[in-house]
């Protein structure tokens, strides 16, 4: 399957879209987040470093920090300081940002909240380093809510496959999909497009002929 340019307007509707995740549910009945942590804090710093960088990348540079000191935190992360961090997280892209970013959102945790996660948006989007792709994360995978983070991998699926329209807003992509997935699939529906996206429908080579949902996927931008 070759890629080209040609993109076509015609989008899903809910029956269709329904039954492409009905698919995408039955192909990847264990998919989740796949950042490795222990406990809210360990999965919002591995969020906040894996902007911009796969979760293969973090895992590897977090992992030996987790086998060390199982439940580590925003307390440990400030007694270890910013350079000290830094040393650890140093093989993902961004890495002097991100220690920084890590550190300020680590003592403000402790300021404000004891050095417990808040699980409200607003508070988490004020912490250093923190978006909106990844609240939606923390929401989703620690309070099981209906949220739709915009990964590449999100983006380019939706788009591919014909649930939402081209573009590259995120911010529409995440409430054309919030709209149009079925409530059913809603808490799992970011995690099945991570999953077929990340194994299967890859970007330069989906294996469109393996793929289960290939006699309903729209295919948007390959040649057919
Ligand atoms: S049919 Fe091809 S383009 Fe569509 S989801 Fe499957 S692998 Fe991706």
Redesign the pocket.
């Known amino acids: ?1 070759g890629l080209c340019k040609v993109n076509r307007a015609k989008l899903m509707n809910k029956k269709q879209c329904e039954d492409v995740f009905k698919k995408l549910s039955d192909m990847w009945p264990n998919a989740k987040c796949e950042l490795l942590h222990n406990n809210h804090f360990q999965l919002l710093i591995a969020v906040v470093l894996s902007a911009q960088a796969t979760d293969k990348s973090v895992n590897k540079a977090l992992d030996p920090l987790l086998i060390k000191f199982p439940q580590f935190s925003a307390f440990n992360l400030v007694e270890m300081g910013e350079e000290g961090f830094l040393q650890i997280i140093r093989s993902i892209g961004l890495a002097p940002t991100k220690a920084r970013n890590c550190f300020k959102l680590s003592q403000i945790l402790i300021d404000k909240y004891k050095g417990e996660i808040p699980l409200e948006r607003e508070k988490l989007e004020a912490l250093p380093g923190v978006g909106r792709k990844t609240a939606n994360v923390i929401l989703n995978v620690l309070c099981g809510l209906p949220t739709m983070a915009v990964d590449t991998h999100v983006e380019r ?1 939706s788009q ?2 014909g649930l939402v329209a081209q573009t590259k807003d995120r911010l529409k992509i995440e409430q054309d999909l919030l709209n149009i997935v079925p409530k059913k699939y809603a808490v799992k529906a970011h995690h099945l497009l991570i999953f ?1 996206g990340r194994y ?2 890859i970007a330069r080579n ?3 002929e ?5 006699p309903l ?3 948007v931008g ?1 040649k057919h």
Do not use: D, G, N, Q
């Open positions: 399957m699926l591919r496959i077929h299967h429908c989906p294996k469109c393996l793929c289960p949902i290939e996927c729209f295919k390959l």
